[in-house]
């Protein structure tokens, strides 16, 4: 799919910003659509059928959480990547565990929102299987059979530091909870501690600098992303 191909819906209610998107995006050939309340957007989606939705968290006639609420209930899987504010981690945090892909904070570079779509997108394209080998910079993760290795050396991993790795590795380039990584790997426990303990560990394993990781990537007071390699 080529990106004159990709319909993409704005839905803000500040023109400067929806300027500012619309602008960049189109320099990129994306087709661009905008939505400047809860209403239209859910007329708009309707009409025009987009590919992914760039969502402003603060409509005035309805809250995002409650409209990406609405899509996910009547069963529409198109992407959706929030904007929000650099202070709302709970409004992130919520919007994720909503079915968001993704989100970028305001003020944010074109370079950074142009890339959150393109995972977005392609992350979509990828749900009817996993890759059988993932790799990123000197990172390998033959998810068959469970090999990991770094920079061409195997490593040996515990199961619940494979078993995060993997989960990372099938949503690569997505910003996934602590919540998330919870429910997937321990299934029965809230306590975030467990996962920033294997995190550590896992870290300790592939990283060169685990102080300064290159792959595991910290969004604070969100969760974690497995950083991808364009």
């Known amino acids: 799919m080529t990106n004159s191909n990709v319909k993409i819906l704005i839905v803000d209610d500040e023109a400067p910003i929806r300027k500012l998107l619309r602008v960049g995006l189109s320099t990129q050939d994306y087709s661009v659509s905008e939505a400047q309340s809860a209403r239209t957007a859910i007329e708009q989606v309707r009409i025009i059928q987009p590919d992914l939705i760039l969502l402003d968290l603060g409509l005035p006639d309805m809250s995002g959480h409650d409209l990406l609420r609405r899509w996910r209930d009547e069963g529409a899987e198109l992407p959706v990547v929030i904007l929000s504010s650099r202070t709302d981690e709970k409004g992130i945090v919520e919007a994720l565990e909503l079915g968001a892909d993704d989100y970028v904070t305001k003020p944010f570079g074109m370079n950074e929102l142009v890339a959150r779509i393109r995972v977005a997108l392609r992350h979509r394209l990828q749900q009817q299987g996993e890759r059988p080998i993932f790799e990123t910079g000197g990172l390998s993760v033959d998810l068959v059979k469970r090999i990991v290795k770094v920079d061409g050396n195997e490593v040996k991993l515990s199961p619940k530091e494979y078993e995060i790795l993997r989960v990372l590795v099938q949503h690569a380039g997505k910003a996934l909870t602590h919540r998330f990584l919870l429910d997937r790997v321990w299934g029965d426990t809230?306590?975030?501690?467990?996962?920033?303990?294997?995190?550590?560990?896992?870290?300790?394993?592939?990283?060169?600098?685990?102080?300064?990781?290159?792959?595991?990537?910290?969004?604070?007071g969100v969760g974690y992303r497995l950083r991808e390699t364009e």
Not at 190 to 205: G, H, M
């Open 190 to 220: 809230t306590d975030v501690q467990y996962l920033r303990v294997y995190v550590r560990q896992l870290r300790q394993k592939i990283e060169r600098l685990p102080d300064q990781p290159q792959y595991i990537m910290t969004e604070t």
